[in-house]
């Protein structure tokens, strides 16, 4: 079977080839899954950058979600109930960006016939994170503002669409104008254009002087600095995200007056504190919220395996529409 391979970490486009490689056999508790597709998200870029928080040992094959279906099932229970199935692949330790992948049978989601392939694909990694930040982590009440970084993202659309859903206000940041007038027609509350004003003075117009009580942040740098300036005492700032690969700058100062905070946050983590009970109510959760279209992904493009240098290369593009993904395999409902 083909599996896009990389074996060093490189630039996605350098360092990623299509190899034949044996297809894999799963064993008991575990299931095969014949792919069909897997989007391109900043996680698996930076695994093949070697700039992700768990690293493969090498040669290795990226690839942390998509959906196909259950072909094989190596044994129990569980592998037997999704046998044939629709499902979306959560792969925690990568190789989804291949034909066919064996991961653990419960981490196969068998999805609702409703749910379009496309969708399916993009099923968990930003869907909870969303959920899981402004509900379970930051709890941000009705009327409240929640001032996030890189708006424009897959994950920053759907945060857009679930303040609307809960009743809390968007502050978005993003870098170019295009975008900000793209996100104000989705609903956005506000949105401030780093290309054109400056941060701070604008969150402080807007929040009449007070700051946030709530911002996430996925870029760092000098976007991750100017937002703690935009925190009102007791505000926690929640860093997710890498995409400037800078470092924040800090006057400590600004934290100690007013006692605010600053905290990291990776699905990962959160996914290994939960039991099964609670993944499977996040599970219906995001489907239910797939469906009346607050948690979806814009598609920007699909490419095929064979064309992995080239989707990685678009994948980058700064400002890009919508989420690139990869045809692993033949497309369609079974
Ligand atoms: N911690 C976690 O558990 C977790 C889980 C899920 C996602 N994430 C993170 O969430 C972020 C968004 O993911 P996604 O899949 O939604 O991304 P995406 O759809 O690929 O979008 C990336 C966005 O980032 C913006 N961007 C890129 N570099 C930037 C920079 N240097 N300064 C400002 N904006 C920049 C782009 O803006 P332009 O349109 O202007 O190019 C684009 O809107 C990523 O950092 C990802 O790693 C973290």
Redesign the pocket.
């Known amino acids: 079977m083909k599996a896009a391979v990389f074996e060093r970490f490189g630039e996605p486009c350098e360092v990623l080839r299509i190899a034949q490689v044996p297809e894999p056999t799963p064993g008991p508790g575990q299931v095969l899954v014949r792919m069909r597709y897997s989007?391109?998200?900043?996680?698996d870029l930076?695994t093949v950058q070697g700039a992700y928080g768990r690293l493969p040992s090498l040669p290795a094959t990226p690839g942390y979600e998509g959906m196909g279906i259950v072909e094989k099932s190596g044994g129990g229970l569980l592998g037997w109930r999704v046998l044939g199935r629709r499902v979306a692949v959560i792969n925690a330790v990568g190789g989804n960006w291949a034909e066919k992948v064996v991961i653990p049978a419960r981490q196969a989601v068998p999805v609702p016939d409703d749910v379009p392939d496309e969708q399916a694909a993009a099923f968990f990694?930003?869907p909870?994170?969303v959920l899981v930040l402004a509900e379970k982590v930051l709890r941000v009440p009705p009327g409240e503002w929640l001032l996030q970084?890189?708006?424009?993202?897959?994950?920053?659309?759907?945060m857009i669409r679930l303040g609307k859903r809960l009743g809390f206000r968007t502050l978005n940041?993003?870098?170019?104008t295009q975008?900000a007038e793209e996100l104000r027609s989705l609903g956005a509350d506000a949105v401030v254009d780093?290309s054109r004003e400056d941060l701070a003075g604008r969150v402080r117009e807007l929040t009449g002087g007070k700051g946030v009580r709530f911002a996430i942040d996925?870029?760092?740098?000098q976007?991750a600095s100017d937002l703690v300036r935009c925190l009102a005492p007791g505000g926690r700032l929640i860093v997710?995200?890498?995409?400037?690969?800078?470092p924040m700058q800090l006057d400590q100062r600004l934290l100690i007056a007013g006692s605010k905070k600053i905290e990291?946050?990776?699905?990962?983590?959160?996914v290994r504190g939960q039991g099964p009970l609670t993944m499977l109510r996040l599970f219906r959760r995001i489907f239910q919220l797939m469906r009346e279209k607050v948690l979806t992904?814009d598609i920007g493009a699909i490419y095929p395996l064979d064309q992995i240098a080239e989707a990685v290369r678009k994948?980058v593009?700064?400002?890009?529409?919508?989420?690139i993904l990869l045809k692993l395999g033949s497309a369609g409902r079974q």
């Open positions: 989007p391109i998200n900043p996680s930076l990694v930003n909870a994170t970084t890189a708006a424009g993202s897959a994950l920053g659309r759907m940041v993003v870098r170019r975008t780093t996925a870029v760092g740098g976007t997710y995200g890498t995409l400037a690969m800078e990291g946050f990776w699905l990962s983590d959160w992904t994948a593009e700064p400002g890009r529409s919508g989420k």
